[in-house]
């Protein structure tokens, strides 16, 4: 092979390659109810360099999230778009409006009945009993030894050590529904399936 050929041959596939380096190797959505609460946790994750986790906080609530996370997936190519929202006691038409929409349009739901908090819970004990939002925070304050604050940045690193226990107890929790009904299963959630694509992502990379 001609010296010059080998070399515009070589030039090339480099050129591919540092074009390549800079492109995500995954590309994740996660559009989320509170402006702090949510996004702050989620922000923490160790997500790879050759990844990206777009994390939104809108302050919105259930269907609104949804459109607004169709807005955002409309605009780029993500691999996997996610919404977190709660229960609460929005009205059951509308949550499940959302959830509806959600499934019909490929974007993944973190729900959870009845707030965000019980995924925090999980992490120290097994929950199966309905309990207020007020309840939620009186737990957490118990649990952690000083008072829980919704916008704590800090969140994700003192759970983390029971990470895998949460995900065990929410598995166990959402099994015990059958069969599945989101709206009126109280206490619920499906966080730790995000939890565990957002650990995927670090796997893969290793």
């Known amino acids: 092979m001609p010296e010059h050929r080998f070399l515009k041959e070589r030039t090339t596939i480099y050129s591919r390659r540092r074009i390549n380096r800079y492109e995500p190797r995954h590309k994740f959505l996660v559009v989320c109810e509170g402006e702090k609460t949510e996004p ?16 939104r906080g809108i302050g919105a609530n259930t269907i609104s999230i949804v459109n607004e996370a169709l807005q955002l997936k409309s605009k ?21 409006a959302a959830l509806q929409k959600a499934e019909a349009n490929n974007v993944h739901v973190a729900y959870s009945n009845e707030a965000f908090e019980l995924w925090y819970v999980l992490h120290f004990e097994y929950l199966n009993t309905g309990i207020t939002r007020s309840d939620y ?4 304050d118990r649990k952690l030894g000083h ?7 800090t ?52």
């Open 40 to 55: 702050n946790y989620f922000k923490c994750f160790p997500i790879p360099q050759n990844s990206i986790v777009d994390v």
């Open 76 to 96: 780029s190519n993500y691999d996997q778009v996610w919404c977190v929202f709660d229960r609460n006691s929005f009205n059951p038409g509308v949550f499940n």
């Open 137 to 140: 925070i009186t737990c957490l």
């Open 147 to 153: 008072k829980y604050q919704k916008n704590c940045e």
């Open 155 to 206: 969140i994700y690193d003192e759970l983390y050590p029971l990470q895998k226990d949460a995900i065990r107890n929410a598995k166990r929790l959402l099994a015990q529904y059958k069969p599945r009904n989101p709206v009126e299963d109280n206490p619920s959630t499906t966080v730790h399936i995000l939890v565990e694509q957002l650990n995927q992502l670090f796997w893969d990379s290793q």
